[in-house]
């Protein structure tokens, strides 16, 4: 599945209070980009899929996304979270650790953050 945000959440659904979707100009500053905000480390700052996927055709999921980051502190983690019930239960597939993990040190850059799971 892929979502860009430019026409609301997509797959997704609404993340609560702590998840929003919010215009950043593009680097020309003749448009915008919709992209999805999280903030702090809550139950309200999560991004769901609307639907169940059925993924049992598949070997491996691979995820990819964009992240910059604004005010997270060293040792502030962000999980990736596999369910392959429903929702019933949830595993860590992974977990990168703000300033711990090579590719997200410092607030203000955009990382391109990829992993693959079985």
């Given at each position: 599945?892929?979502?860009?945000?430019?026409?609301?959440?997509?797959n997704f659904k609404d993340g609560g209070d702590d998840a929003k979707l919010v215009h950043i100009p593009m680097s020309d500053g003749d448009e915008t980009n919709m992209v999805?905000?999280?903030?702090?480390?809550?139950?309200?700052?999560?991004m769901r899929l609307k639907e169940a996927?059925?993924?049992?055709?598949?070997?491996?999921?691979?995820?990819s996304f964009w992240l910059e980051t604004e005010k997270v502190d060293h040792?502030?983690?962000l999980l990736l979270e596999y369910s392959s019930d429903g929702g019933s239960n949830w595993e860590i597939?992974?977990?990168?650790?703000?300033g711990e993990d090579a590719d997200l040190n410092d607030n203000g850059i955009v990382y391109q953050l990829n992993t693959t799971f079985y």
């Amino acid at each position: 599945t892929f979502d860009d945000f430019q026409s609301g959440w997509g797959n997704f659904k609404d993340g609560g209070d702590d998840a929003k979707l919010v215009h950043i100009p593009m680097s020309d500053g003749d448009e915008t980009n919709m992209v999805a905000r999280l903030r702090d480390n809550s139950k309200e700052s999560v991004m769901r899929l609307k639907e169940a996927k059925d993924t049992t055709q598949y070997d491996a999921l691979r995820v990819s996304f964009w992240l910059e980051t604004e005010k997270v502190d060293h040792g502030d983690a962000l999980l990736l979270e596999y369910s392959s019930d429903g929702g019933s239960n949830w595993e860590i597939v992974k977990e990168w650790i703000f300033g711990e993990d090579a590719d997200l040190n410092d607030n203000g850059i955009v990382y391109q953050l990829n992993t693959t799971f079985y």
